[in-house]
C-alpha cells in the first residue's frame, strides 16, 4: 500500500524513487523494499510525511478503498 501510494506521487511530481528517498533523508533503496514484505517503520513514515507535507495517516492508506 504504502509503495503503490509513493510511486504515485513519485508520477505526479516528476521524481523517482531514488529522489523521494532523497527528498525524504530515507536510505537509498529502502522504498524498494517496501514492494515485498517489508513495511516502513515509523520513523520513515514520519520523514515521509515530514518531507512532503502529506499526514503519514494518508501515506498509509489503500487508495483504491472506496469511502463511502
Same mark, same amino acid.
Given at each position: 500500500?504504502?509503495?503503490?501510494?509513493?510511486?504515485?506521487? %513519485?508520477?505526479?511530481?516528476? =521524481?523517482? #524513487?531514488?529522489?523521494?528517498?532523497? =527528498? %525524504?533523508?530515507?536510505?537509498?533503496?529502502?522504498?524498494?523494499?517496501?514492494?515485498?514484505?517489508?513495511?516502513?517503520? =515509523?520513523?520513515?513514515?514520519?520523514? #515521509?510525511?515530514?518531507?512532503?507535507? #502529506?499526514?503519514?495517516?494518508?501515506? =498509509?492508506?489503500?487508495?483504491?478503498?472506496?469511502?463511502?
Amino acid at each position: 500500500m504504502i509503495f503503490e501510494n509513493v510511486e504515485a506521487y %513519485c508520477r505526479e511530481h516528476g =521524481l523517482s #524513487i531514488s529522489g523521494f528517498e532523497k =527528498l %525524504c533523508g530515507i536510505g537509498n533503496g529502502v522504498v524498494s523494499a517496501w514492494k515485498g514484505e517489508s513495511s516502513p517503520t =515509523l520513523t520513515s513514515v514520519m520523514k #515521509i510525511a515530514d518531507a512532503t507535507g #502529506i499526514p503519514a495517516s494518508e501515506w =498509509l492508506k489503500d487508495k483504491e478503498e472506496v469511502h463511502t
